[in-house]
């Protein structure tokens, strides 16, 4: 073997993409050391993201103090490679910033907007935004990026998540014209509707800190801000896959930003040129906590074997757990799939082991691969 990637998602929970490149790397070395080795760690858009751009490309980390998720002061952090300015929502408005002072109907995106505005203002022509972890359901983002959102007196107000239902119109024009000659794609690996019983308020409120009642009121305000978004273009924003996502943040990239949704993983390899890093290479190392028949739909995994069959270069899988379905990943590009664990125990148990376990599976996987070496 001259040349590998490794290119992996989380175990979430228990080993970052960070660390399996990590761990993944030094074992090849060890039994390799004359295999050019390639680490390029995934996130899906959430925590973490930013980390994994600044590995995987070398880019250049930005630091600002903006308005966190109940407008307090924070310390967020986008990167920047080329033009490209790389920002997930959770570092200003992840749901562990707000501990247990839960409240998706007051939090506020607004410093994630924050983020992206100075990203343009440095001069970035391409915006990719990591949709993952918010704490939020509400329309601060644009508002912080020039969209005016207007009540029935007139008035121009910061929309939170039990406010949408004041808005009767909004005007984007300085949010076009900050926009304009920038591109905005966000990561989005949720196929979930603006509203309704798949929509962001029923499936993901609740773990945000809402109750029903609150989750009644979300949707309604959201089935609100969705019919404004049809009247003033005149497209079913709110109906789009993942529309939903974020705290719909997704339908307000398409209809506030003028952007697109996009999925992770595909936004992932064209920003680092997978395809192009796969020319001469002899085999990817890839992997993710538990590898099932819902992996088959979009998730890492497959992405990156789907690309590496087409270049027909080998796909080897380490998984924490193998689930029902996992086999179907053999006719997408997978090769081979594996394990980690060692012994018939609880995850309970071996998730205190995961990292340990990791670097005796990739072991014996590296070692036999030595000795066609």
């Known amino acids: 073997m001259k040349k590998c990637i490794i290119i992996p998602d989380s175990f979430k929970g228990t080993m970052s993409a960070l660390e399996f490149c990590q761990i993944a790397e030094k074992t090849v ?45 924070v310390s967020a952090a986008y ?27 007051k939090t506020t995106t607004f410093g994630v907007g924050s983020l992206i505005r100075d990203a343009v203002e440095q001069g970035c022509k391409s915006i990719v935004i990591g949709l993952g972890g918010s704490c939020t359901n509400d329309a601060g983002a644009a508002a912080a990026l020039g969209t005016k959102f207007y009540n029935e007196k007139g008035e121009s107000f910061v929309p939170t998540g039990d406010t949408l239902e004041q808005i009767v119109s909004y005007d984007t024009a300085e ?20 509203y309704g019983a798949q929509g962001a308020a029923a499936i993901f409120a609740p773990q945000k800190g809402a109750d029903k009642e609150m ?4 949707d309604r305000n959201l089935v609100h801000l969705g019919n404004l978004m049809q009247q003033k273009t005149g497209a079913d924003i709110a109906n789009m896959p993942g ?26 390899l ?14 990817v190392f890839t992997g ?12 890492a995994v497959i992405g990156i074997a789907g690309r590496a069959a087409k270049k027909h270069v080998p796909v080897t899988v380490i998984v924490g757990s193998v689930g029902d379905g996992a086999e179907g990943g053999y006719e997408m590009g997978v090769s081979a799939i594996f394990s980690i664990n060692r012994r018939a125990e609880s995850f309970d148990i071996s998730r205190g082991k995961t990292r340990q376990n990791f670097e005796a599976t990739m072991d014996a996987i590296v070692r036999l691969l030595a000795l066609k070496a």
């Open 29 to 73: 070395k060890r039994h390799m050391p004359g295999c050019e080795v390639l680490t390029i760690p995934v996130a899906d858009g959430g925590e973490g993201t930013v980390d994994c751009f600044v590995c995987a490309l070398g880019a250049e980390k930005i630091e600002r103090s903006v308005c966190g998720p109940w407008q307090e002061n």
């Open 270 to 283: 064209e920003c680092v040129r997978f395809d192009e890093l796969l020319e001469g290479a002899d085999m």
């Open 175 to 194: 949010t076009e014209r900050l926009l304009s000659g920038c591109t905005v794609t966000a990561m989005c690996d949720i196929d979930n509707p603006m």
């Open 79 to 105: 990167c920047v490679k080329d033009g490209t300015a790389f920002i997930e929502m959770a570092q200003a408005a992840g749901l562990p910033m707000v501990g247990e002072h839960k409240n998706p109907a």
């Open 215 to 218: 989750v009644a009121l979300l």
């Open 288 to 299: 993710e906590g538990q590898m099932d028949s819902q992996s088959l739909h979009g998730k």
């Open 243 to 268: 529309a939903g996502a974020a705290g719909a943040f997704g339908a307000g990239i398409v209809a506030f930003l003028g952007g697109k949704l996009q999925s992770g993983i595909e936004t992932v």
